[in-house]
């Protein structure tokens, strides 16, 4: 069993940064892949980024490569995402999950925890 907890949201000028961090309980942390999605309003959940176990494999949506960066800490229990040139189609409550299979995925069903989720909002 693995509980999710999503920090760092908040309001930030188009341009801006932010970092969320997803603190995880549970001792096997270090065998799940981990992944960030998000959801705004009237609009599905999508894939946002990847990391496998180890942290040598990450993966992205092709609408935050090269802004956003997936990262891990196994020790400490969290996974990262530093969000970089911020723009207001980022505005979304951003969840973090955890795939059992180690190596994350693209996929929401693949994933079996989730988090509460956390908003970030991108003012123009």
């Known amino acids: 069993q693995v509980q999710l907890v999503e920090s760092g949201g908040g309001l930030v000028q188009a341009g801006g940064s932010l970092r969320l961090s997803c603190a995880a309980s549970?001792?096997?942390?270090?065998?799940?892949?981990m992944g960030w999605f998000r959801q705004a309003p009237g609009k599905e959940r999508e894939f946002v980024a990847a990391i496998s176990w180890s942290g040598g494999s990450t993966y992205y949506a092709d609408s935050v490569k090269g802004r956003f960066t997936i990262s891990r800490d196994n020790a400490k229990k969290t996974v990262y995402l530093q969000m970089n040139s911020l723009k207001p189609e980022d505005t979304a409550v951003y969840y973090c999950a955890a795939e059992n299979g180690g190596f994350g995925s693209y996929y929401y069903r693949n994933y079996d925890y989730w988090g509460q989720g956390t908003q970030v909002t991108v003012s123009s």
């Open positions: 549970g001792r096997t942390f270090s065998a799940y892949g």
